[in-house]
């Protein structure tokens, strides 16, 4: 399977902290989406990044791509109890097509 | 703007019912999507709509038809549902999907086949 694979399948922290979560995929991609998904809520699109970039910043949120890795993390600073959700990597491998990985499930205790 | 709308919320069938999911989207968008989602498995691609006119399958389409009725519209048919088909279905939506834009997604229906 082409599926991005999402490390760790879940996540505590404390609110404040720093949360990371990384993505592993297996062919070159085209570009690579970050989502979050609310406990009984579709998708929402976070942020994307391009084969051809390094790093992006959107808010709270710093992404990064290492292409000889195949893999990418999402780091959430200061962490809020709203942070609590199920975050998605999607990898596109230049068709017309995303392809989802399993997720890890971010919970912020208060 | 409502964005990306799905009907029903919720659905029950028994085994070898049919029934269709709607979705609509007022973005304008060119691409629409379908989506299973089961848990621990992620989302699972069941068929799009790269533009109005074409539909195409994606990674799990066995069991399901579509209809691109127009730009705004795509729906989703079970044909005779079986409890595999027990799942949480999205619709999404993207500008273009060559270059698989950022997706929208609606709020999903939760379909139970007992």
């Known amino acids: 399977s082409q599926q991005g694979e999402e490390d760790p399948q879940a996540l505590s922290i404390q609110e404040g902290e720093n949360a990371t979560m990384n993505c592993s995929y297996k062919?070159?991609?085209?570009?690579l989406q970050w989502y979050r998904q609310n406990s009984g809520r579709g998708l929402v699109h976070l942020i994307l990044?391009?084969?051809?970039?390094r790093e992006k910043h959107s808010g709270r949120l710093r992404v990064t791509l290492d292409t000889s890795k195949k893999s990418s993390s999402l780091l959430i600073t200061a962490s809020r109890a709203a942070d609590t959700a199920s975050y998605f990597c999607?990898?596109?491998?230049?068709?017309?097509?995303?392809?989802f990985g399993t997720g890890t499930r971010l919970t912020i205790i208060p | 703007n409502a964005g990306v709308t799905q009907t029903p919320k919720f659905q029950v069938l028994k085994t070898g019912q049919s029934m269709t999911l709607q979705c609509a989207q007022d973005?304008?968008?060119?691409?629409m999507y379908w989506y299973r989602q089961d848990p621990g498995m992620g989302l699972r691609l069941i068929y799009y709509?790269?533009?109005?006119?074409?539909?195409d399958k994606g990674e799990v389409p066995n069991g399901y038809n579509v209809s691109r009725l127009n730009k705004r519209e795509f729906s989703l048919r079970l044909e005779s549902a079986a409890p595999s088909q027990t799942s949480v279905y999205f619709c999404?939506?993207?500008?273009?999907?060559?270059?698989?834009?950022?997706?929208?997604f609606g709020p999903g229906t939760r379909l139970t086949v007992l």
């Open positions: 999607a990898t596109n491998f230049g068709n017309e097509k995303l392809t």
């Open positions: 973005m304008n968008h060119n691409s």
């Open positions: 709509s790269a533009s109005e006119g074409t539909t």
């Open positions: 062919t070159s991609i085209n570009n």
């Open positions: 999404a939506s993207s500008v273009v999907a060559p270059r698989a834009d950022t997706q929208y």
């Open positions: 990044i391009r084969s051809n970039e």
